[in-house]
């Protein structure tokens, strides 16, 4: 074996920091040795220096192998030049296990196939790379499942799961990875690759190591379920069966590389119930937990009140099911063999319980929305109950649960004594407990160093664990002298030797580990007050702030078809950390760093990471810790093209609805000449050219009389189309796409309007909210429009008049941009305050007197494509029972359209659209039955469909009118063209 060239690891620190020259001599060996991506640009470095913990390392390269082969060589490069390795899955780890000096592996990227199922046997073979949720999509098609299921489900991947030990809400059934595991194809630092399983050959000396121990091992390994600090070397115990593959699960990447797992599968239970019980508090909740699992739930989990009040804080209050009495509550799940037993099951425990009160949830849309909220708790613990923001650090402390309202009453003393708070929650049916804190990590470590040992030395008093399930990485490892006798630390690093003797693999990590105050994010990230643009009030106006909301859990990453959500479009197209919130979130943290990307606002890293967000605003809704990378794009540049010249774009669609108004301004012959120049298209190919329009796409037709024209020509006072007299004013917003581009739109709702009892007012000046210049960065000029909307709109509101909007993305910018462009304006609130979608006033605000009903629609079916923004600021859900009551059947989509407004229609962003409109919408297009409609509010949605798909969708509005003379053309269902 050959470890000579290169520099020498710098082992007293445990950083593993390689020279410069060794770097350059890896990330060259590299490039030459692997097939897959060996990538060490600055904004790559930027997107993996940190994970979702407090630490920041910035790695030297960071590697995608696409096989087993490329691994090999990775390690083989390592072990030549002497740079240490470290493997990262979906960057999750709250510890700070996934980050490194030197080479960074991302398994995610190619490596997440599963190999083989075998029903029969109930095993899986997978690569590491494989999402779980993947998994459990494709065990589930023969009855079976991964027993452990932490909450990051959606985008944690096997082999991270093997690394940290994972568990989840559901290991109280099941066990924790390890107990789950059967074999491991792994390489180890000394460049051995084995089949790891029963027995210890494999690794020379281990056998020797373990008869020399067997008094340590029994006493210190293994005293309860959830002790997953250190390495589990209770596994190598005769009486334990000597199973090596499970000791090296939870040694976080630094004896071995996973190559390939082989996992035990277990049957899925038939029928499921929540059953949710309501205590005074969390700890007399923990208190019951011991008398219940005698029933055998699948899972116990507790829920504190402050957790449920930032959900109905800024989510909704409609997002929590209704809870029984108390301020902590247990969330236990049940099975059976059919529902009524599982519901029997549930029944007894809520006898047994001594609870305030209790509610059992069958599987349905209330169960699911308690799950969210667990499944969320990571990003919604983000913030104190003061507001402030809190921090991972003492994240999953377990202790047996028998102790474990003991524990949490002492451990509430204890934040109090450092003047610090949080919110536990957790896997109270195995003792485990979560909780961020709002330590002042701005300021530095200090108050998380001492916190940090004092929680140590009280978990181990109940004879628990620094961390059940996370693993210890850089946040605990530091911490283990307080749990572990010196004779246990000296095992592990006679364990890790046998391994890695040269220390190459995760160096700073469980051996000679880094102090838990080295290499804090916060710390180094000096604070950027803005001056110019959004007011960032939830951040005190500081963009440092803001990106750092970004606590890394990684939901950006999750598959929209599983989860549900809309969040991150390009990266569901490119599978790239590059193109996920997150990923622009560190890039933007290393900007405001200043020592990694140093050119600021315009610095080349922050324009890549920047260019393929669609500013869909998802995240700002999807996102647990609230990051609204819109915003931020936005901010940035407007930041970076202050005083100098912008893209093409900028100006042409940027600017777009001005365009649209001097047209208006032509009468019929401004419209006319425009459609005529782009009927013929190699003159249409030019002005797209010129205008920095990706020349694939077409334009649409611009009307020749814009609805407010319209109106005014041809709506005298007193003249109505329909309905009742009417009894409320109502303010039709025509926004400038609707207005221009289809007007059919606002006829139609105001059609509807009248017929549902409102008297319709159509202001006569038009008001443009700005959408494609705050789109673009042109904030100031974005702020000037805005100024003009609330000179036109807020009268109306003032004097308690609804507004209605009919583009999603208009509507939005009315509720939320507009509040952080004119924060001072106090007429900016009202105009928020008054601004509705046509459904939610359809739904919840229709006068007292009206009759109106929606048309009867059964027999209908729709494919409906929410906007993007709807989803995010507005919401769905008025659409939805707007929908129901009439009968409709649809099929709802979840995801992006791919167009997003100028997005799409940029030079250089064609293909992603188009893949973005491949993972929901061409897909379902496709798929649907002759006369099914299309609907989508949204004119880029709409646009989108038609471009690519030759289909043409209508607006809610056009489909509930009535009105007789509707343009038939934009009211057709599904056709292709």
Same mark, same amino acid.
């Not at 060589?73 to 980050?99: E, K, Q």
């Given at each position: 074996?050959?470890?000579?060239?290169?520099?020498?690891?710098?082992?007293?620190?445990?950083?593993?920091?390689?020279?410069?020259? %060794?770097? !350059?001599?890896?990330?060259? #060996?590299?490039?030459? &040795?692997?097939?897959?991506? @060996? *990538?060490?640009?600055? =904004? +790559?470095?930027?997107?993996?220096?940190?994970?979702?913990?407090?630490?920041?390392?910035?790695?030297?390269?960071?590697?995608?192998?696409?096989?087993?082969?490329?691994?090999?060589?990775?390690?083989?490069?390592?072990?030549?030049?002497?740079?240490?390795?470290?493997?990262?899955?979906?960057?999750?780890?709250?510890?700070?296990?996934?980050?490194?000096?030197?080479?960074?592996?991302?398994?995610?990227?190619?490596?997440?196939?599963?190999?083989?199922?075998?029903?029969?046997?109930?095993?899986?073979?997978?690569?590491?790379?494989?999402?779980?949720?993947?998994?459990?999509?494709?065990?589930?098609?023969?009855?079976?499942?991964?027993?452990?299921?932490?909450?990051?489900?959606?985008?944690?991947?096997?082999?991270?799961?093997?690394?940290?030990?994972?568990?989840?809400?559901? %290991?109280? !059934?099941?066990?924790?990875? #390890?107990?789950?595991? &059967?074999?491991?194809?792994? @390489? *180890?630092?000394?460049? =051995? +690759?084995?089949?790891?399983?029963?027995?210890?050959?494999?690794?020379?000396?281990?056998?020797?190591?373990?008869?020399?121990?067997?008094?340590?091992?029994?006493?210190?390994?293994?005293?309860?379920?959830?002790?997953?600090?250190?390495?589990?070397?209770?596994?190598?115990?005769?009486?334990?069966?000597?199973?090596?593959?499970?000791?090296?699960?939870?040694?976080?990447?630094?004896?071995?590389?996973?190559?390939?797992?082989?996992?035990?599968?277990?049957?899925?239970?038939?029928?499921?119930?929540?059953?949710?019980?309501?205590?005074?508090?969390?700890?007399?909740?923990?208190?019951?937990?011991?008398?219940?699992?005698?029933?055998?739930?699948?899972?116990?989990?507790?829920?504190?009140?402050?957790?449920?009040?930032?959900?109905?804080?800024?989510?909704?209050?409609?997002?929590?099911?209704?809870?029984?009495?108390? #301020?902590?509550?247990?969330?236990?799940?049940?099975?059976?063999?059919?529902?009524?037993?599982?519901?029997?099951?549930?029944?007894?425990?809520?006898?047994?319980?001594?609870?305030?009160?209790?509610?059992?949830?069958?599987?349905?849309?209330?169960?699911?929305?308690?799950?969210?909220?667990?499944?969320?708790?990571?990003?919604?613990?983000?913030?104190?109950?003061?507001?402030?923001?809190?921090?991972?650090?003492?994240?999953?402390?377990?202790?047996?649960?028998?102790?474990?309202?003991?524990?949490?009453?002492?451990?509430?003393?204890?934040?109090?004594?450092?003047?610090?708070?949080?919110?536990?929650?957790?896997?109270?049916?195995?003792?485990?407990?979560?909780?961020?804190?709002?330590?002042?990590?701005?300021?530095?470590?200090?108050?998380?160093?001492?916190?940090?040992?004092?929680?140590?030395?009280?978990?181990?008093?109940?004879?628990?664990?620094?961390?059940?399930?996370?693993?210890?990485?850089?946040?605990?490892?530091?911490?283990?002298?307080?749990?572990?006798?010196?004779?246990?630390?000296?095992?592990?690093?006679?364990?890790?030797?046998?391994?890695?003797?040269?220390?190459?693999?995760?160096?700073?990590?469980?051996?000679?580990?880094?102090?838990?105050?080295?290499?804090?994010?916060?710390?180094?990230?000096?604070?950027?007050?803005?001056?110019?643009?959004?007011?960032?009030?939830?951040?005190?106006?500081?963009?440092?702030?803001?990106?750092?909301?970004?606590?890394?859990?990684?939901?950006?990453?999750?598959?929209?078809?599983?989860?549900?959500?809309?969040?991150?479009?390009?990266?569901?197209?490119?599978?790239?950390?590059?193109?996920?919130?997150?990923?622009?979130?560190?890039?933007?943290?290393?900007?405001?760093?200043?020592?990694?990307?140093?050119?600021?606002?315009?610095?080349?890293?922050?324009?890549?990471?920047?260019?393929?967000?669609?500013?869909?605003?998802?995240?700002?809704?999807?996102?647990?810790?609230?990051?609204?990378?819109?915003?931020?794009?936005?901010?940035?540049?407007?930041?970076?093209?202050?005083?100098?010249?912008?893209?093409?774009?900028?100006?042409?669609?940027?600017?777009?609805?001005?365009?649209?108004?001097?047209?208006?301004?032509?009468?019929?012959?401004?419209?006319?000449?425009?459609?005529?120049?782009?009927?013929?298209?190699?003159?249409?190919?030019?002005?797209?050219?010129?205008?920095?329009?990706?020349?694939?796409?077409?334009?649409?037709?611009?009307?020749?009389?814009?609805?407010?024209?319209?109106?005014?020509?041809?709506?005298?006072?007193?003249?109505?189309?329909?309905?009742?007299?009417?009894?409320?004013?109502?303010?039709?917003?025509?926004?400038?796409?609707?207005?221009?581009?289809?007007?059919?739109?606002?006829?139609?709702?105001?059609?509807?309007?009248?017929?549902?009892?409102?008297?319709?007012?159509?202001?006569?000046?038009?008001?443009?909210?700005?959408?494609?210049?705050?789109?673009?960065?042109?904030?100031?000029?974005?702020?000037?429009?805005?100024?003009?909307?609330?000179?036109?709109?807020?009268?109306?509101?003032?004097?308690?008049?609804?507004?209605?909007?009919?583009?999603?993305?208009?509507?939005?910018?009315?509720?939320?941009?507009?509040?952080?462009?004119?924060?001072?304006?106090?007429?900016?609130?009202?105009?928020?305050?008054?601004?509705?979608?046509?459904?939610?006033?359809?739904?919840?605000?229709?006068?007292?007197?009206?009759?109106?009903?929606?048309?009867?629609?059964?027999?209908?079916?729709?494919?409906?494509?929410?906007?993007?923004?709807?989803?995010?600021?507005?919401?769905?859900?008025?659409?939805?029972?707007?929908?129901?009551?009439?009968?409709?059947?649809?099929?709802?989509?979840?995801?992006?359209?791919?167009?997003?407004?100028?997005?799409?229609?940029?030079?250089?962003?064609?293909?992603?659209?188009?893949?973005?409109?491949?993972?929901?919408?061409?897909?379902?297009?496709?798929?649907?039955?002759?006369?099914?409609?299309?609907?989508?509010?949204?004119?880029?949605?709409?646009?989108?469909?038609?471009?690519?798909?030759?289909?043409?969708?209508?607006?809610?509005?056009?489909?509930?009118?009535?009105?007789?003379?509707?343009?038939?053309?934009?009211?057709?269902?599904?056709?292709?063209?």
């Amino acid at each position: 074996m050959d470890h000579s060239s290169g520099s020498p690891i710098s082992r007293g620190s445990g950083g593993g920091q390689a020279s410069d020259g %060794a770097m !350059a001599a890896a990330v060259a #060996a590299l490039r030459t &040795a692997i097939a897959g991506e @060996v *990538d060490d640009s600055v =904004r +790559r470095r930027a997107e993996y220096s940190t994970d979702a913990s407090n630490y920041r390392v910035v790695p030297g390269v960071v590697v995608q192998p696409r096989d087993a082969d490329d691994v090999l060589a990775a390690v083989g490069v390592a072990r030549r030049t002497g740079v240490p390795l470290t493997s990262r899955g979906g960057g999750t780890s709250i510890a700070g296990n996934a980050i490194g000096t030197g080479i960074v592996l991302d398994f995610s990227r190619h490596m997440n196939r599963i190999e083989a199922i075998d029903p029969d046997a109930r095993t899986a073979r997978v690569q590491p790379g494989v999402i779980l949720s993947d998994l459990q999509r494709a065990a589930g098609r023969h009855g079976l499942r991964f027993g452990p299921d932490p909450s990051t489900h959606t985008r944690a991947t096997l082999g991270g799961m093997i690394g940290n030990n994972a568990c989840g809400s559901h %290991a109280v !059934a099941y066990g924790k990875t #390890a107990d789950n595991v &059967a074999s491991l194809d792994v @390489v *180890d630092g000394t460049g =051995r +690759r084995y089949t790891a399983g029963r027995g210890l050959a494999p690794v020379p000396g281990l056998e020797a190591l373990v008869r020399s121990r067997l008094a340590v091992l029994r006493t210190e390994f293994g005293r309860f379920a959830r002790q997953a600090s250190g390495y589990s070397l209770e596994h190598l115990l005769p009486e334990r069966g000597q199973h090596l593959a499970r000791a090296l699960v939870g040694t976080e990447g630094t004896v071995a590389v996973l190559l390939g797992a082989e996992v035990d599968l277990v049957p899925v239970a038939p029928a499921r119930v929540l059953v949710v019980l309501g205590y005074p508090d969390m700890a007399a909740a923990a208190d019951a937990v011991p008398a219940l699992l005698k029933h055998g739930p699948l899972a116990v989990e507790g829920l504190d009140a402050r957790l449920v009040d930032v959900v109905r804080r800024y989510r909704g209050a409609d997002r929590v099911p209704p809870l029984p009495a108390g #301020a902590g509550w247990l969330m236990i799940e049940v099975g059976g063999a059919d529902a009524g037993e599982a519901r029997r099951t549930g029944e007894a425990i809520a006898r047994d319980a001594q609870a305030l009160d209790h509610v059992v949830f069958p599987t349905g849309a209330a169960a699911t929305a308690m799950w969210r909220i667990r499944e969320d708790g990571a990003g919604l613990a983000g913030r104190s109950s003061g507001g402030k923001k809190a921090w991972p650090g003492w994240e999953d402390a377990a202790v047996p649960p028998e102790h474990l309202g003991a524990y949490l009453r002492d451990f509430e003393e204890l934040m109090a004594d450092h003047g610090v708070h949080g919110v536990p929650y957790g896997h109270f049916g195995d003792g485990c407990v979560h909780v961020r804190l709002d330590l002042p990590l701005e300021r530095g470590g200090d108050v998380l160093r001492g916190f940090l040992h004092d929680a140590a030395r009280l978990v181990a008093s109940y004879g628990g664990s620094l961390s059940g399930e996370h693993g210890d990485g850089r946040a605990r490892s530091g911490l283990l002298p307080l749990m572990y006798s010196s004779e246990a630390l000296d095992l592990f690093g006679r364990f890790k030797a046998l391994f890695d003797p040269d220390h190459l693999l995760n160096p700073g990590v469980l051996v000679e580990p880094r102090p838990v105050d080295a290499d804090l994010r916060l710390p180094a990230a000096p604070g950027l007050p803005l001056r110019g643009g959004l007011a960032l009030a939830d951040d005190d106006g500081d963009f440092a702030k803001a990106v750092h909301r970004c606590a890394g859990v990684g939901k950006c990453r999750a598959d929209n078809s599983a989860s549900g959500g809309f969040m991150c479009p390009s990266y569901q197209a490119t599978r790239d950390e590059k193109d996920s919130t997150r990923g622009r979130a560190r890039v933007l943290q290393e900007m405001v760093n200043g020592t990694l990307i140093r050119g600021g606002w315009g610095s080349p890293e922050v324009r890549e990471s920047l260019d393929l967000c669609l500013s869909c605003k998802a995240c700002g809704s999807d996102c647990p810790a609230g990051v609204d990378m819109a915003a931020y794009k936005s901010q940035a540049l407007h930041e970076a093209y202050k005083g100098r010249r912008r893209p093409l774009t900028h100006y042409s669609l940027g600017r777009l609805p001005a365009w649209l108004s001097l047209l208006g301004r032509t009468g019929r012959v401004g419209p006319a000449i425009i459609n005529a120049v782009m009927r013929v298209r190699p003159l249409a190919s030019l002005s797209l050219r010129l205008a920095g329009i990706d020349h694939r796409r077409g334009i649409p037709r611009v009307a020749p009389e814009t609805f407010t024209r319209h109106w005014r020509r041809g709506h005298k006072a007193g003249e109505r189309s329909g309905g009742t007299a009417p009894t409320a004013k109502v303010v039709l917003w025509a926004d400038s796409f609707s207005d221009t581009l289809s007007p059919g739109v606002p006829r139609a709702a105001a059609h509807l309007l009248e017929e549902a009892g409102f008297e319709v007012v159509v202001p006569e000046r038009k008001a443009c909210c700005g959408l494609t210049w705050i789109s673009t960065g042109q904030l100031d000029a974005a702020r000037d429009r805005l100024t003009s909307v609330l000179d036109v709109l807020a009268p109306y509101a003032q004097e308690g008049t609804p507004i209605v909007g009919l583009e999603p993305s208009c509507t939005a910018v009315l509720r939320s941009d507009l509040l952080e462009l004119l924060p001072g304006d106090p007429r900016a609130r009202a105009v928020a305050e008054a601004t509705h979608t046509l459904a939610e006033l359809l739904t919840r605000r229709l006068p007292e007197d009206s009759t109106w009903t929606p048309p009867d629609l059964t027999g209908l079916t729709a494919v409906v494509q929410p906007h993007c923004h709807q989803h995010a600021v507005l919401g769905f859900d008025a659409d939805r029972e707007l929908l129901a009551k009439a009968g409709a059947s649809i099929t709802e989509l979840a995801g992006c359209c791919g167009l997003a407004g100028n997005f799409g229609m940029e030079k250089g962003h064609y293909e992603v659209s188009v893949a973005v409109a491949e993972n929901a919408l061409l897909p379902a297009l496709r798929q649907a039955d002759a006369g099914t409609v299309f609907i989508a509010d949204g004119f880029s949605c709409r646009t989108q469909a038609d471009d690519l798909a030759g289909v043409r969708g209508v607006h809610l509005a056009q489909l509930l009118s009535r009105e007789p003379a509707m343009d038939s053309a934009e009211a057709r269902s599904v056709a292709r063209e």
